[in-house]
């Protein structure tokens, strides 16, 4: 027993430590860089070339390498410490031609948008009320009547609006049977007023009337939604409009965009804690074997399995529709030709960016996140969830214009049709080549789940659109690798040599990123001390949990800051999704090629591997205010923190902290619960799980139809460690009774009596009362090793993956251990809770019936 005992950990310690060689050999490689190489590709740093060219991997255009000479950062601060200092020398060259061309841009783009007439306001300040009434509704956004929360019967809220010196005065009436509360979003405003439940105010009480009263002392195109629960999914945003004492006087319309489920958002949370692929299979997303087997890209999706990742997506959620300003479609005919209209856009929306293109023209951007910026011309903008943007466009002729909308998965679109006559379209974005972007993904994520630092790649502030670099467009068919692996495919813009082409060396459409963002005037903050915070934006896309530096809201202190200080925070993407990052109540500065300039914004949108840097004054006079991902099931998992002022008077809306507290903390402390449960020909088997962010209880059973196949029961509670949380300790109990007869044999011959397990000790597996210590690790290709140790002193390994995708609904599963039971199956998922299902299992032989999921 001891020799196989050894054998085994032999086996476990070297499969880990080849791992750990990979890793070091690869580091290793591509330190010794040819010393003369000046091209490299951004995908594939390895590749280093003499001439300009493209990529032998890839295809893609090279880009010279980190230059070597440092210029003058045009003004913007140094930042500390060895790491930035490389992000600092990285700006280098390119940030000053980006700031070259933004001048030359932002000329042109304001000569195009000419002088605009103006329009006073003679009013004097005055306080603005609004009553609101929350109150359920029934709509057919989807393809069933839904639930939905309207506010004075309409969906999106009503816009607000004010102008710059007014006083709002906002009474709610919450005429919901649960708890409420508005946060007035990228809005400075007294803390007790900043709407976040249990942490500036208590939730507003079913049936009762809360009022908000705060000074109105900016002015730009801002929203506010729902900060409770996840009603933000289900109606509760609208816009919020500040006008100036003096205002274009040109046609200005609000846009809240917003996305629609007919999956309850408590289900769509739910679902994405128990990493069902299910909006994968609504999307046509699988990203299976079959599909990968079929387009030639079977190495693609084992590499991305060897490296422990589930199939991706830009977006989480599938939806099914997406609206704008409540409709799928929203006509404004009453505009003529040359009329400028102002679109004040807030991205309403609980989890998708949406690209911005309009048929009739340049858009031009004049404002982000409420605040002015010289005008800029584009072709193609994305927003971020929570962002605005106020744009300009043109009415070139007497016909109808779309600006359409579209997610960015680009599942669907919505449309805004601008002016009257013949429609003219805006051309439809492709669908997007996920395995070329899991092929990407390979390349940048190293064996240990973290993202691969880019050396000498400008990857800051959106100007590397990473998504689409690593979702490329098909714009034609997709053929097989083995005939032209390249052929079809188009990535939007410039021809490359293997006829692939890359967004991101499209000169022709101009898409906006924030570098290209430029103040009208110095946004320097005020003299003061500084303090510096950096934070690695983390997160583990198989059991969803989204994280700062590894801790969620409930795990973490608040921050303490202090009145008249700056803070800088140093943000680094090491996660695989994009992070749109709000800070409540202030205004921030994005570093970027600006200088003085930096624009100021309240949503930093982060993408994978960038390093991005904010700055912002500690101008207010106390309380907490939140900072996070504004994605709403991210900060539901807890991918947030708490800046909060030393030394504030306590908060009179707050009377009992510490319950509050606890209450604010069981968003992302919350359990979750799943369950799958077989029905099949030889008895039942199934699963039911509760897991939180960091813990997880399962029960597994199987119960046969006759007293031969017995039955059996374990539990295990276990704790997730480390970020990636591939091992998870745990401790449980093992119950099991099966009478067998000794003469015996499975369907192989082999005879069921039990005799020794593996390791030459009794086999237990068909009588068990004991209690155990155990260990999973998830291995390479996502299969989850398990060890563990009974109170008796018996041992056993087992082996297991579940939910291989084999097709886009066919999951294929298997188990072994040295008990030499073992067990494999496949499962056909026909709808959300139910499949059809068939296994065969050394206890209990073949079965087949139905699988029931929750
Ligand atoms: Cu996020």
């Not at 103006?118 to 639930?147: C, E, H, Q, W």
């Not at 846009?255 to 692929?277: C, F, G, Q, Y």
């Not at 404002?367 to 969830?385: C, K, S, Y």
Request: hydrophobic share 35%; aromatic share 10%.
């Amino acid at each position: 027993m001891k020799n196989r005992l050894t054998a085994f950990l032999i086996i476990l310690c070297s499969v880990v430590s080849a791992q750990d060689m990979n890793k070091r050999s690869s580091a290793k490689s591509s330190a010794s860089e040819p010393s003369q190489a000046v091209y490299t590709c951004v995908m594939h740093p390895e590749i280093h070339k003499s001439k300009p060219g493209n990529c032998p991997k890839c295809g893609m255009k090279l880009v010279p390498e980190k230059s070597k000479t440092l210029l003058p950062n045009n003004g913007q601060l140094k930042i500390k410490g060895g790491e930035s200092k490389r992000g600092v020398e990285d700006m280098g060259k390119m940030q000053m031609d980006d700031t070259n061309e933004t001048i030359v841009n932002i000329k042109k783009a304001t000569k195009n948008l000419g002088s605009l007439k103006t329009l006073a306001n003679k009013f004097p300040s005055r306080t603005v009320r609004y009553d609101l009434y929350v109150a359920d509704t029934i709509v057919t956004y989807g393809k069933k009547k839904k639930r939905a929360i309207a506010v004075n019967g309409q969906i999106p809220m009503p816009t607000l609006t004010f102008t710059e010196g007014d006083t709002a005065l906002i009474y709610v009436h919450n005429k919901l049977d649960e708890e409420t509360a508005l946060h007035w979003h990228g809005l400075f405003l007294p803390n007790k007023m900043d709407g976040v439940p249990f942490l500036t105010q208590m939730p507003i009480k079913p049936h009762t009337t809360y009022i908000y009263k705060f000074p109105v002392v900016q002015h730009g195109t801002h929203w506010y939604h729902s900060h409770s629960k996840l009603q933000e999914q289900i109606g509760m945003y609208g816009a919020f409009i500040i006008n100036r004492r003096t205002e274009w006087a040109i046609p200005t319309l609000p846009v809240v965009i917003s996305e629609w489920t007919d999956m309850k958002p408590e289900e769509v949370h739910r679902s994405l804690k128990n990493a069902s692929d299910w909006f994968a299979i609504k999307k046509g997303t699988t990203q299976s074997y079959a599909e990968a087997i079929r387009t030639g890209h079977f190495k693609t999706k084992v590499a991305n399995e060897w490296k422990r990742m589930n199939a991706m997506d830009v977006s989480d959620v599938y939806y099914e529709s997406f609206l704008i300003n409540g409709e799928k479609e929203s006509s404004h005919p009453q505009f003529k030709a040359g009329d400028k209209v102002r679109l004040r856009i807030a991205n309403g929306g609980a989890s998708d960016y949406f690209w911005l293109k309009y048929a009739g023209g340049k858009i031009t951007v004049v404002a982000t996140d409420g605040n002015d910026v010289e005008p800029v011309e584009v072709d193609r903008l994305i927003i971020a969830v929570s962002e605005t943007y106020d744009v300009v466009v043109t009415i070139p002729e007497n016909k109808s214009y779309e600006f359409l909308v579209t997610p960015e998965d680009r599942t669907k679109s919505a449309s805004l049709w601008l002016g009257k006559g013949e429609q003219v379209y805006a051309q439809k974005m492709p669908k997007l080549n996920y395995f070329a972007g899991m092929k990407m993904m390979n390349n940048m994520m190293d064996g240990r789940g973290n993202m691969i630092k880019m050396d000498g790649m400008h990857m800051q502030n959106q100007v590397m659109d990473m998504n689409t670099v690593m979702y490329p467009e098909i714009t034609g068919e997709e053929n097989p690798e083995g005939k032209n692996s390249m052929k079809g495919m188009q990535m939007s813009g410039v021809k490359s040599q293997s006829g692939m082409i890359m967004a991101a060396e499209n000169k022709d459409i101009v898409t906006l990123n924030y570098d290209m963002l430029r103040a009208p005037k110095q946004t320097t903050l005020p003299k003061g001390q500084w303090k510096e915070l950096r934070f690695d934006l983390t997160g583990n896309m198989n059991r969803y949990v989204w994280t700062l530096d590894n801790k969620t809201v409930s795990e973490s202190d608040k921050i303490l800051i202090k009145r008249g200080e700056n803070l800088r925070v140093v943000l680094y993407n090491n996660s695989m999704m994009r992070h749109p990052m709000h800070l409540h109540g202030h205004d921030f500065r994005v570093l970027n090629g600006q200088g003085a300039y930096a624009p100021m914004k309240n949503v930093l949108d982060i993408m994978p591997m960038e390093r991005d840097t904010i700055e912002f004054a500690a101008s207010e006079t106390g309380g907490d205010w939140f900072f996070h991902c504004h994605i709403l099931y991210h900060m539901m998992s807890g991918m947030g923190r708490i800046f909060s002022y030393e030394s504030t008077p306590s908060n009179p809306e707050i009377s009992n902290p510490k319950m509050t507290q606890r209450k604010l903390f069981n968003d992302d402390r919350a359990f979750h619960p799943m369950a799958r449960i077989g029905l099949e020909t030889n008895g039942s088997d199934g699963e039911m799980m509760l897991a939180n962010t960091r813990y997880r209880f399962t029960t597994e059973w199987r119960i046969g139809f006759d007293k031969e196949m017995g039955y059996e029961s374990e539990s295990h509670l276990g704790r997730y460690i480390g970020k990636n949380q591939w091992l998870m300790p745990y401790v449980g109990w093992d119950f099991r009774k099966r009478t067998v007869e000794p003469m015996d044999k499975n369907i192989f011959g082999q005879s069921l009596s039990p005799g020794n397990n593996f390791f030459g000790q009794n086999n237990t597996k068909n009588f068990r009362q004991v209690f155990h210590l155990g260990v999973q690790y998830t291995l390479p290709l996502l299969v989850v090793a398990d060890a563990a140790l009974d109170h008796k002193g018996n041992l056993r390994f087992q082996l297991m993956r579940e939910d291989i995708p084999v097709s886009k609904r066919l999951r294929f599963q298997f188990m072994v251990n040295t008990d030499k039971e073992y067990m494999a199956g496949f499962r056909y998922i026909v709808t959300r809770y139910f499949g059809l299902s068939t296994h065969y299992d050394s206890d209990m032989g073949y079965g087949g019936g139905l699988t029931l999921s929750y």
